[in-house]
C-alpha cells in the first residue's frame, strides 16, 4: 500500500523553523519521511505566497506516520518563534518534467538506460524519445556544423512522492537531463 | 578503394592538381602578353626587405613599373566612388548567412550553404558585370587571383598536413597537464593555424580528461587559446593575418603583437588553472588509471609543416617579380609558395597512414566549407573594398569618419568579427584605415605607411579580428569544431548563447578592457 502523505504550509523564519525541526527530529530519531522545500527543488510560489500569507512559508512534505508530532512540534513551539500553520492538504503524488539532448552515441545508450530502467512506484508519461542517425554529417564541420547522431528526448516523472524526489535527484547527477523542479499532485 | 586512395587519386590527382597544372600553364602562355598595367619579367620586381621598405636600388625602369601599377591601382579605386553603397547588401548578406544559418537551419544550411554563398555572389556579380563590363571582371579576376586562391591553397595545406599527425595516449588530465597542454597548443596555433592545432590537441585533452566529470570549462579555454588568441603571432596563425600578409603586410610584423597576446594569455592560464583547480579538487580521482604512452603518429608530417611555413616565408622575403595574366599582376613568389603549399599538401597525402587520417576523422568537407563560402565572400566584398579604398570619395566614407582612435577599430573589429567571420572583417577595416590615411596610394606604399605611422590602427584591427573571434562559436571556424567533437565525445557544451554569457563576456570581456587600457587607449 502506498504511503500517505501530507504538505503542511508553515509561516515563519525559514532557518529558524528548519533548524527547530530537524532538531526535533533528531530528538524523536526520526530518520526519515519529512521533506522540507527548502532542501529539494520543490516549485513553490514563492513570491505569491510571500504575499499572500504576508511573511516567509515553508513546505513541509511528511508522511502520514509522522504528521502528528510534526503538527504538534510546531504548535508547541515557542510563541516568540512565531510559527503559523497557514494550509495542511494530502498530497497524492509528485510529477516533474525533463528533456535531453546529446550528440555521444555513449552518452545516449547511457540515457536510454536510464528510462528504461525507471524505479518501483514512478511512471514515465509522455515520453518522445527521438534518436537520429545522419551518416551524411559525419566528419567536423567548421561553418555548418552537425551531429550524424543525435538523441533528444522530452518527458514527465511521475508517481509517490519520495520516490519522485529520489528519482530527480539522481537525475540531476547527469548533466545532459534538464530538469524542471518537482510538482506536487492533490 | 581503400581511404588514402580515395582521396589521393580521387580528390587530387584527378582534380586539384590538374586544376594547377592548368592554371600554371595559362600563367606561363598569358604572361608573354603585354597588359596595360605594364608587364614585367621574372626579377625586375620591386625590392624589399623583410620589413616591407624598399630598397634604395630601384632603378629607373623599377620606379616607372611602379608608377604604372600605381596609376592602374588608383584606377581601381575610381570604381570605389562609383559604387552605390546598397551594393555591399550581398557581402552583409552572405556574413549574416553564415552567422545564422548555423543557429536556425542547421540542417538545411548543412546541404545548401555552397548554393547560399553562390546566390550572394550572383546577385552582386550580375549586375556588376552588366554595369562596369571589363572593368568589373578585372575586379573578379583581381580578387579571386590575389586573394581567393592564396587563402583556400594555404588553408588546405595546413588542414591536409595537420591531419596527417595524431596524438596517440592517454595521460591523466589535472590542472597542471590541462596547462601544459593550453601552453603547447597556444604556441603551436601560430605556426600550424588554429584550426590544425585544435583538430591536433583537442582529442589527447578530450582523453586525459575523460574520468573528470567537470571539463566544460577545459573545452571553452581551449576555444579561447589555442582556437583564437594563440594564432595571433604569424600569418599562418589566423586567416585575418594571412590576408594582411597577401595585401603586403610583412611576414615577421605580427611578432609585434607578442605583447598583446602575452597579455591575454598569461592572465587567461592564471585563470585557467584557479578555475581547474577548483573542480579538479572536488572531483573523486580514480583509484587507478590507465595511462597509455603518448606518442606522435605521423611525425614525419612536421617536415611539411615546416615545408609550408618555409614556403610562406620565402614569399614575404624573396621578390622575384611579376607574371600578368588577364591584365592582372601576380607575384612569381606567390606562385611559387603556392605551388610549394598544394605539393606540401599531396606529400602528406601520398606519405600518410589512411588510419591516422580514420583517427582524425578526416574528411574534406571543413575545406569545401571554406572554398565554397569564401568564394561567395571575397566576390561580395569587392564593392566595400572598393568604396573604403575610395576613401572619402566612397559611399563608405561615414565608416571613415565616425572611426577615429585605434581604441575604435579595436573594438569595431573585434564585436564584429565575434559574429561575423573575421577574416572579412579584418579585410574590411584594413581598408577602411588604409582608406582613410593613404587613399590613391598604391597598396605596397600605403601599407609601408601605414605601419611606419599609423601602426597602432593595424595592431588594433587585427588583436581585434583575432582575439575577438573567440567570443562566440560563430566567431571563427574552429571553434565550432572544437565544439562538435567535444559534444560528440560526451562532454556537455554549453548553448551558443550560454557561451557567451557563461563565458565570454565574464572572462574574455574583463580581459579585452584591459588590452584596451594597456595599448589602445
Known amino acids: 500500500m502506498a504511503t500517505v502523505h501530507y504538505e503542511i504550509i508553515i509561516k515563519g523564519d525559514q532557518n529558524l523553523l528548519c533548524a527547530y525541526l530537524h532538531g526535533f527530529l533528531r530528538g524523536r530519531k526520526i530518520k526519515e519521511g519529512v521533506i522540507f522545500s527548502t532542501e529539494c527543488p520543490l516549485r513553490t510560489h514563492h513570491l505569491r505566497e510571500m504575499i499572500h500569507y504576508k511573511g516567509e512559508v515553508t513546505h513541509l512534505i511528511c508522511r502520514g506516520s509522522v504528521r502528528p508530532a510534526m503538527i504538534s512540534a510546531i504548535k508547541t513551539a515557542p510563541e516568540d518563534y512565531s510559527f503559523e500553520i497557514k494550509k495542511e492538504q494530502r498530497i497524492t503524488g509528485a510529477s516533474f518534467t525533463f528533456k535531453f539532448e546529446t550528440f555521444s552515441k555513449k552518452v545516449g545508450s547511457a540515457l536510454k538506460r536510464t528510462f528504461t530502467r525507471i524505479p518501483e512506484g514512478v511512471r514515465l508519461n509522455k515520453y518522445k524519445p527521438i534518436e537520429a542517425v545522419l551518416p551524411r554529417a559525419a566528419g567536423i564541420e567548421g561553418y555548418a556544423p552537425m551531429h550524424d547522431y543525435s538523441f533528444q528526448g522530452t518527458g514527465e516523472v511521475s508517481g509517490d512522492v519520495e520516490t519522485v524526489l529520489l528519482f530527480h535527484q539522481r537525475l540531476a547527477q547527469n548533466q545532459f537531463i534538464e530538469l524542471e523542479d518537482i510538482s506536487l499532485l492533490y | ?521
Not at chain 2, 595559362?26 to 616591407?52: H, K, N, Q, V
Not at chain 2, 605556426?191 to 578530450?206: D, E, K, Q, Y
Not at chain 2, 608530417?301 to 600578368?324: D, E, P, Q, Y
Not at chain 2, 574528411?363 to 576613401?391: R, S
Open chain 2, 1 to 521: 578503394m581503400n581511404f588514402r586512395q580515395s582521396l589521393c587519386s580521387h580528390t587530387f590527382l584527378s582534380k586539384i592538381l590538374p586544376i594547377w597544372i592548368l592554371t600554371v600553364a595559362l600563367i606561363a602562355g598569358l604572361s608573354s602578353f603585354p597588359s596595360e598595367a605594364g608587364a614585367r619579367a621574372p626579377g625586375d620586381g620591386y625590392i624589399a626587405d623583410s620589413t616591407g621598405r624598399a630598397s634604395a636600388a630601384q632603378d629607373q625602369e623599377e620606379y616607372q613599373a611602379e608608377h604604372n601599377r600605381a596609376e592602374g591601382d588608383h584606377e581601381h579605386s575610381r570604381i570605389g566612388a562609383l559604387l552605390p553603397i546598397w551594393t555591399i547588401l550581398p557581402f552583409i548578406g552572405i556574413l549574416l548567412s553564415i552567422a545564422l544559418f548555423p543557429l536556425f537551419a542547421p540542417r538545411w544550411w548543412h546541404d545548401h550553404f555552397p548554393k547560399v554563398s553562390a546566390f550572394w555572389a550572383v546577385i552582386f556579380a550580375g549586375p556588376f558585370l552588366a554595369v562596369f563590363g571589363g572593368e568589373a571582371i578585372h575586379h573578379i579576376l583581381h580578387t579571386y587571383f590575389i586573394e581567393y586562391f592564396p587563402f583556400i591553397i594555404l588553408l588546405w595545406a595546413l588542414f591536409t598536413v595537420s591531419g596527417g599527425l595524431y596524438i596517440k595516449g592517454t595521460l591523466q588530465g589535472s590542472p597542471k597537464l590541462n596547462l601544459v597542454f593550453l601552453l603547447f597548443g597556444t604556441v603551436l596555433a601560430s605556426w600550424m593555424g588554429t584550426t590544425g592545432a585544435s583538430m591536433l590537441l583537442i582529442r589527447p585533452v578530450m582523453r586525459a580528461n575523460d574520468w573528470r566529470k567537470a571539463k566544460t570549462h577545459v573545452i571553452v579555454f581551449f576555444i579561447f587559446l589555442v582556437s583564437n588568441i594563440g594564432g595571433s603571432l604569424t600569418p599562418l596563425g589566423d586567416p585575418p593575418l594571412f590576408l594582411g600578409f597577401l595585401h603586403d603586410v610583412p611576414f615577421f610584423w605580427t611578432f609585434t603583437l607578442l605583447p598583446h597576446m602575452g597579455l591575454m594569455v598569461v592572465l587567461l592560464f592564471i585563470l585557467f588553472y584557479a578555475l581547474d583547480s577548483y573542480y579538479y579538487r572536488k572531483e573523486t580521482k580514480p583509484e587507478t588509471f590507465e595511462r597509455k604512452p603518448v606518442r606522435v603518429e605521423g611525425a614525419h608530417n612536421v617536415v611539411f609543416l615546416l615545408g609550408i611555413i618555409g614556403s610562406v616565408l620565402m614569399s614575404g622575403l624573396w621578390k622575384a617579380g611579376f607574371v600578368t595574366v588577364l591584365g592582372i599582376e601576380l607575384k612569381i613568389e606567390f606562385l611559387l609558395r603556392d605551388g610549394l603549399l598544394l605539393l606540401m599538401g599531396i606529400l602528406s597525402l601520398k606519405t600518410t597512414n589512411p588510419q591516422i587520417h580514420k583517427d582524425n576523422e578526416f574528411t574534406w568537407f571543413p575545406i569545401k566549407e571554406v572554398a565554397y563560402l569564401f568564394a561567395g565572400i571575397f566576390m561580395t566584398i569587392i564593392p566595400a573594398i572598393q568604396m573604403l579604398k575610395a576613401g572619402t570619395d566612397g559611399s563608405l566614407r561615414f565608416i571613415m569618419e565616425s572611426l577615429e582612435e585605434p581604441v575604435h577599430y579595436f573594438w569595431i573589429t573585434g564585436l564584429l568579427s565575434s559574429f561575423l567571420d573575421n577574416a572579412p572583417t579584418y579585410l574590411t577595416f584594413f581598408n577602411t584605415v588604409i582608406g582613410k590615411f593613404f587613399a590613391g596610394i598604391v597598396e605596397h606604399d600605403a601599407v609601408n605607411a601605414l605601419i611606419a605611422q599609423k601602426e597602432l590602427f593595424l595592431k588594433a584591427i587585427s588583436v581585434g579580428a583575432v582575439f575577438m573571434g573567440a567570443n562566440t562559436y560563430i566567431g571563427n571556424a574552429p571553434n565550432f569544431m572544437v565544439r562538435s567533437i567535444a559534444e560528440e565525445a560526451g562532454i556537455k557544451m554549453p548553448s551558443f548563447f550560454g557561451f557567451t554569457i557563461k563565458y565570454s563576456l565574464p572572462i574574455l570581456f574583463p580581459l579585452f578592457i584591459l588590452v584596451t587600457l594597456v595599448f589602445f587607449r
